[in-house]
T-cell receptor, first 109, second 114 residues
Framework: GDSVTQMEGPVTLSEEAFLTINCTYTATGYPSLFWYVQYPGEGLQLLLKATKADDKGSNKGFEATYRKETTSFHLEKGSVQVSDSAVYFCGGSNYKLTFGKGTLLTVNP | NAGVTQTPKFQVLKTGQSMTLQCAQDMNHEYMSWYRQDPGMGLRLIHYSVGAGITDQGEVPNGYNVSRSTTEDFPLRLLSAAPSQTSVYFC?????????????FGPGTRLTVL
């Protein structure tokens, strides 16, 4: 079946540092790919998505590019803020949405 | 729009008790699903529905029942709660099967089974 593997944390960064969270997927066909963010005590919110190869999703300074050749969808941000502290989930969907295990990001001032 | 709502927010049960977690959405979405979130395990799909009257099992369905009598509601039933069902439960909905569309999540229900 489909599976998503993402970098396990926790990840701790200083404010304004560069962020990369790796995500790779295994699926039949070409699933849509997503990054969701979960702030403490809340449900998941869609951060960005890509529906086909070479698509780049972007939102709130975060970016991820759908790389078919490496089956990857790595999340990046050039300068993180304290308010970015959250758990980030990579997901893929051919039919049912499959999630990675989540990466806890803590950004210190 | 209220989006996806879940009740209750918190619940404590004793082993063997039954209960129903409620989920409702007001976006006329066909697809609804239930996940559980456990530390180190991410989110795992319990059951899902592609429309009223249609449900199917996800990755971890044992111990849970669902039904979908209306488009809006998708309750999750625990028939005989076990400590292994202690978790945070999220309901989600989307306008199609979820392939190309965003899934909207509820705020979650934190369940503890003693």
């Amino acid at each position: 079946g489909d599976s998503v593997t993402q970098m396990e944390g926790p990840v701790t960064l200083s404010e304004e540092a560069f962020l990369t969270i790796n995500c790779t997927y295994t699926a039949t066909g070409y699933p849509s790919l997503f990054w969701y963010v979960q702030y403490p005590g809340e449900g998941l919110q869609l951060l960005l998505k890509a529906t086909k190869a070479d698509d780049k999703g972007s939102n709130k300074g975060f970016e991820a590019t759908y790389r078919k050749e490496t089956t990857s969808f790595h999340l990046e941000k050039g300068s993180v803020q304290v308010s970015d502290s959250a758990v980030y989930f990579c997901g893929g969907s051919n039919y049912k949405l499959t999630f990675g295990k989540g990466t806890l990001l803590t950004v210190n001032p | 729009n209220a989006g996806v709502t879940q009740t209750p927010k918190f619940q404590v049960l004793k082993t063997g008790q039954s209960m129903t977690l409620q989920c409702a959405q007001d976006m006329n979405h066909e697809y609804m699903s239930w996940y559980r979130q456990d530390p180190g395990m991410g989110l795992r799909l319990i059951h899902y529905s592609v429309g009223a009257g249609i449900t199917d099992q996800g990755e971890v369905p044992n111990g849970y029942n669902v039904s979908r009598s209306t488009t809006e509601d998708f309750p999750l039933r625990l028939l005989s709660a076990a400590p292994s069902q202690t978790s945070v439960y999220f309901c989600a909905s989307s306008s199609t099967s979820g392939r190309r569309n965003e899934q909207f999540f509820g705020p979650g229900t934190r369940l503890t089974v003693l």
